[in-house]
């Protein structure tokens, strides 16, 4: 088979399927099989995957649930807190003994334990503002505060590429939307310009409020933030500053303190500040860190807080440690460590698959690594081709990515040891040729 004959099937699977034939068929699972693959053992630098679908001497595909252990490009791991880890497990373990898998209640009635309160002074303490609110969902931490922060006759001012979650919550706010050009601070300028005059004050413009919403690294991109810029441009507009660390927080800067620490900007100069637990951290959840006021009104106002059980507690208990392990206070220097090793580790990978030929999205110390595979056929071939030599990577197309902007995108982890990166870079660059995505083959040396 041709691998661009997938890209057709994709569409006209219903049709493929009722001609029964078993190659189209094995073909449409092949497709399907790039997703929603089942993991059995934890996120960690390898993992065990499930193979769905095995064939049977060509003739029929069954259902089945080996696994492979595979080398993991997948998870968000990005300190390596997916596993077990010496300090945070222990404590989990005591407090899932002590406090149960679930509070069964929300916040407000009887879902907040100690450990809630000690996480939420933790959290807020750690990203450098006065007070943070906890929820158990990052993408609902998004989706459900903005329209609590914003409604009509609100501006939202949203990065071209920002998250469905916070383009969830800017739809569902009832504000007025409008997209600048992804991390461009000038024409986030222009777009604030065509809406109010520079300087002007806040009480004498058509808005009630304005707010830019940005990410400290784009999850498909890879790219770390223009914050200097954009919050720049923000003070002279006078528009609030709202950043979704979910994949920065943890993982950069020198003391994983996101993207601020990492550009020296100020986080008195950030009003909104968004992240998730459920990357660096290896826990579940999200947090908005603001000023004591803007958590105060968020906790009587926002309706997670308010009628939505509670993150469990052995998840806090993780957040808390893991946040003590970064910072040292578990009484040794893994956290640094993990912080160097991380940076290292996506650096090295980055400027190898550079080398090699490929198109690499994304700036250095960012631990996400979009390659681009464009065609939406190869998407199945280089997932498959990793796969076969036990390296699980993540493929990412339409609606995920336009059409046309098919990548894999690799996450690289603090866990990862030279070797693991060594043996990733063999198999990629192997499927990179199968697949004919190396656009920047390296010029032939002269003689
Ligand atoms: N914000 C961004 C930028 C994300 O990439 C994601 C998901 N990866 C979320 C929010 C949602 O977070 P969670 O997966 O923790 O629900």
């Not at 040794?332 to 991380?342: C, E, F, H, T, V």
Request: contains cysteine.
């Amino acid at each position: 088979f041709d691998w661009c004959s997938t890209n057709n099937l994709h569409g006209y699977a219903p049709i493929c399927l009722a001609h029964e034939d078993f190659y189209i068929r094995r073909l449409y699972h092949r497709i399907q099989d790039c997703f929603n693959r089942p993991i059995s053992s934890a996120p960690d630098s390898w993992v065990d995957v499930i193979e769905r679908y095995s064939n049977d001497n060509n003739k029929t595909l069954k259902r089945t649930a080996k696994s492979t252990r595979c080398l993991n490009l997948g998870s968000y791991n990005y300190l390596g807190f997916g596993s077990f880890d010496e300090y945070c497990t222990p404590r989990v373990i005591e407090s899932l003994k002590k406090f149960s898998p679930s509070t069964c209640s929300s916040r407000v009635d009887a879902g907040t334990t100690s450990v809630h309160a000690e996480l939420e002074e933790c959290v807020a303490k750690y990203v450098g503002k006065p007070a943070a609110i906890v929820t158990g969902m990052g993408f609902a931490t998004n989706s459900v505060i903005i329209p609590v922060l914003i409604g009509k006759g609100g501006l939202i001012i949203s990065d071209s590429l920002n998250h469905t979650s916070i383009v969830n919550g800017a739809r569902g706010s009832g504000a007025t939307i409008r997209v600048f050009q992804h991390n461009t601070p000038a024409h986030l300028e222009r777009v604030l310009k065509e809406q109010i005059a520079e300087g002007q004050p806040r009480t004498h413009r058509p808005w009630k409020k304005i707010i830019v919403v940005v990410e400290g690294i784009y999850s498909m991109e890879g790219e770390i933030c223009q914050l200097p810029e954009i919050v720049s441009v923000c003070k002279k507009y006078k528009a609030y500053v709202y950043l979704d660390e979910a994949h920065s927080i943890g993982a950069i800067g020198k003391t994983g303190r996101g993207v601020c620490e990492l550009l020296g900007v100020d986080t008195a100069d950030i009003d909104i500040m968004m992240g998730t637990f459920t990357k660096s951290f290896g826990s579940c959840g999200g947090y908005i860190a603001g000023s004591k006021e803007l958590i105060q009104y968020l906790k009587y106002h926002c309706p997670a807080h308010l009628y939505a059980t509670s993150i469990s507690t052995p998840s806090a208990q993780q957040i808390i440690s893991s946040i003590k392990v970064i910072l040292g206070e578990d009484g040794s220097n893994r956290g640094a460590q993990k912080l160097a090793r991380i940076r290292e580790n996506s650096n090295f990978f980055r400027a190898e698959l550079q080398k090699m030929g490929f198109e690499v999205l994304g700036d250095n110390d960012s631990p996400v690594m979009p390659i681009m595979l464009y065609n939406p056929a190869k998407i199945p071939a280089f997932s498959r081709e990793c796969l076969r030599e036990n390296v699980a990577v993540v493929v990412v197309g339409f609606p995920a990515t336009p059409l046309l902007l098919a990548r894999a995108r690799i996450c690289i982890s603090a866990s990862h040891s030279r070797e693991d990166l060594i043996k990733a870079l063999k198999v990629i660059s192997k499927a990179g040729d199968l697949t004919g995505i190396k656009y920047f083959p390296a010029a032939p040396k002269k003689q």
